[in-house]
């Protein structure tokens, strides 16, 4: 796993908000692009966006055949928290923080699915094209912080708090 060092001003101010299991697949299981319907502002490119577990398990996706294959392929990563939550006590997950990455860039996803392998879905939703955000240095949190309420916008701001909180615990697990 590639880390950046960070600045000890670097802040985190946004969040994702990312269904199970992909979010804990984003954090440790090398999980880019991320699949959605419209890019993000410019303001946020090069940025770090926390990595916000909005709800319990999506059964439909835990079958998904790229999870499949990381669950089995990850037993040997050094980092277990996440790991473990997400295999045992999912619910536990559930508004938490789990990690940060950078929002490296984004484009439409190719006709015919030549972009992107693996994680990258050629539409989202009913029918409309993916656009693909890639992700980059991905930190997973030692301890996973919140819960907070999720939000829809991608990315949406954190409170104050929140986002101490948050930055604080990035600081803590990028090290
Ligand atoms: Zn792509």
């Given at each position: 796993m590639t880390t950046t060092l960070a600045s000890p001003a670097t802040r985190v101010t946004r969040a994702m908000s990312v269904r199970l299991p992909w979010s804990p697949a984003i954090i440790v299981g090398g999980k880019t692009p991320e699949n959605r319907g419209r890019m993000p502002g410019?303001?946020?490119?090069g940025k770090l966006v926390a990595v916000h577990v909005p709800t319990a398990v999506t059964p439909a996706a835990v079958r998904d055949h790229r999870i499949t294959r990381w669950l089995q392929c990850h037993h040997t990563q050094v980092w277990t928290r996440i790991r473990d939550l997400f295999d045992r006590e999912p619910e536990a997950l559930k508004g938490m923080v789990i990690g940060v990455v950078r929002f490296a860039g984004w484009h439409h996803a190719l006709p015919g699915g030549?972009?992107?392998?693996?994680?990258?879905?050629?539409?989202?939703?009913?029918g409309r094209p993916a656009v693909h955000i890639d992700l980059a240095d991905p930190v997973p949190f030692r301890t996973p912080v919140g819960p907070f309420p999720g939000k829809l916008p991608v990315p949406w701001k954190l409170g104050d708090t929140a986002a101490d909180r948050v930055t604080d615990e990035y600081h803590r697990s990028v090290r």
């Open positions: 410019e303001a946020h490119r030549f972009c992107c392998p693996d994680w990258g879905d050629r539409e989202y939703g009913s």
